[in-house]
């Protein structure tokens, strides 16, 4: 089933890709999963989360289109494993599976993150550049007088 989202929805999903691109102090990293920072208390969610989420701007792609996006990342993912990405957007991933998921989200990191920055609408661009920064440096300034 293919239900479009409306603009406002679209750029909520966008905002919470983004937040999963912060950077955290000792954001609890695993060797054995890649665990993406999310939200302000350093709660994290797994690579193949992010990737499930990533899969749902599929419905948005009439406000901005990340097909490409989409595809790279599956063909990153499904290289050695055809299946692969099936599994994680099924929810059925295994732990091998979850390890390649993070070596996909290390690779396109910085680019996803540019790409959904340009999604922005204007008004969301200018809270991100100027509050979701703000906040961010009040974190830093914080962690640096403990």
């Known amino acids: 089933m293919n239900i479009m989202l409306d603009q406002t929805k679209c750029q909520t999903l966008y905002l919470n890709l983004l937040d999963c691109h912060r950077k955290r102090k000792n954001p609890e990293l ?3 999963t890649f665990q993406m ?3 302000r208390h350093s709660r994290n969610i797994s690579a193949s989360t992010y990737v499930r989420e990533f899969d749902e701007t599929y419905r948005c792609d009439e406000f901005f289109d990340f097909s490409k996006d989409r ?5 990153k993912m499904n290289k050695k494993d ?3 990405y099936d599994r994680v957007i099924n929810f ?3 732990f091998d599976d979850e ?4 070596q996909a989200c290390i690779h396109y990191n910085k680019w996803h993150q540019t790409q959904l920055v340009r ?4 008004l969301n661009w200018v809270y991100f550049q100027t509050i979701e920064r703000t906040e961010r440096a009040i ?3 914080g962690e640096r007088l403990k």
């Open 30 to 32: 695993h060797l054995s």
């Open 37 to 39: 920072p999310i939200l």
């Open 82 to 84: 055809a299946n692969l």
């Open 119 to 122: 999604s922005l609408t204007l």
């Open 99 to 102: 390890k390649i998921a993070a």
């Open 92 to 94: 059925e991933e295994t």
């Open 71 to 75: 595809l790279d990342l599956k063909n």
């Open 139 to 141: 974190e830093k300034l």
